[in-house]
């Protein structure tokens, strides 16, 4: 692939590497270190924790599990849609994937239930008053 | 079809009032090179493309487009919550307040309202995904020059986040586009239209 040629443009493939902890991914913005371009103005975050990502209590803390898994399945899902035969990447996402699931269901077992995929999670209480309204709405942020 | 997933794609969490700062930042919801254009950009070009895991991209990033626009909505938003007439008057916030109090409305950051003839959906694979690779770019620009302009971390970290975005989808629209190229003849890719002509082009699985 990526065979030069006049008056087209030319993006060479990335090649499978070595990858960013899922906890350090989602502040930097990606899962691949080849792809992490900071501009100087906004100066590296490598290695920190974001100030905005802290965990406050128990279930801060699932979320924001969550958040980093699902950015990293967000990420390499990207990777595969042009990789789709990259063996080691096939099998992460297969095993970020399932860890996912479980997180999503324990998830909707202690707190609520983050889609309506996973009302079927939620415990007894949930058929007095329907649990898909529970839970904060997520653009309020620390107003809550 | 989607599903909606109760949380942002990124934390936003902003606790000091400022008008200015929103003002500046909506134009990644409803500028030329915002969050919702992409989105829309996206999910318009995908029906016609002649490789199916292009259009497979298209509905990934299209779809990630969304999440970015609700990040962007959740700073706009904390940043005017609990706003002031007399914050609003000095901020230069009172015209958007007059038309919209303190609700969400997709505008550029110099008061021109979301329109679709910022993006095309041009039928033609080699352009479309051009277009994309430049729509990245511009939106890096937009992230770069609110970052040159805002100090405050709790609002940094967000846009750093997106604009980081902006690079890896520049990476797979690229190998999009190669993919593209792959199927056509390299002596000229211009010889047919691969969403047009299907006689002449050989649809890959």
């Known amino acids: 692939m990526s065979e030069q040629n006049l008056a087209i443009v030319t993006v060479p493939q990335q090649e499978w590497s070595t990858l960013y902890k899922e906890e350090d991914a989602l502040n930097i913005g990606t899962i691949f270190p080849a792809l992490n371009k900071p501009f100087f103005a906004g100066e590296a975050v490598m290695d920190t924790k974001s100030p905005v990502a802290k965990e406050q209590s128990g279930h801060e803390d699932i979320l924001q599990k969550m958040q980093q898994l699902g950015f990293f399945l967000v990420d390499l899902g990207l990777y595969l849609a042009t990789h789709e035969t990259e063996q080691q990447a096939i099998a992460l996402y297969h095993e970020k994937a399932q860890e996912y699931a479980t997180l999503r269901r324990t998830f909707a077992k202690e707190q609520y239930p983050l889609t309506c995929l996973c009302v079927p999670y939620c415990t007894e209480k949930a058929e007095l008053e329907f649990c898909l309204m529970e839970g904060p709405i997520p653009w309020e942020g620390a107003w809550v | ?205």
């Open chain 2, 1 to 205: 079809m989607w599903v909606y997933e109760k949380r942002l794609e990124y934390p936003v969490k902003i606790t000091k009032t400022c008008p200015k700062t929103a003002q500046l930042i909506i134009t990644q919801y409803g500028g030329p090179d915002g969050e919702l254009s992409a989105s829309l950009r996206y999910l318009s070009q995908r029906y016609t493309m002649p490789v199916k895991a292009v259009g497979g991209l298209l509905t990934d990033i299209g779809t990630e487009e969304l999440a970015h626009m609700e990040i962007i909505c959740a700073m706009v938003y904390q940043l005017t919550k609990n706003l002031s007439i007399e914050q609003a008057k000095e901020a230069g916030f009172d015209a958007y307040y007059v038309d919209h109090t303190t609700a969400l409305w997709p505008q550029a950051a110099a008061n021109l309202p979301f329109t679709a003839l910022e993006f095309q959906s041009k039928g033609d694979a080699i352009t479309d995904l051009t277009e994309d690779l430049a729509a990245e770019q511009k939106a890096r620009t937009v992230y770069d020059n609110l970052l040159r302009m805002i100090d405050d971390p709790e609002i940094r970290e967000p846009l750093k986040f997106l604009r980081s975005r902006e690079i890896v989808h520049f990476q797979r629209f690229g190998e999009a586009l190669e993919k593209t190229k792959s199927q056509l003849d390299s002596k000229n890719f211009y010889y047919f239209n691969p969403e047009f002509d299907k006689e002449m082009y050989q649809k890959q699985p």
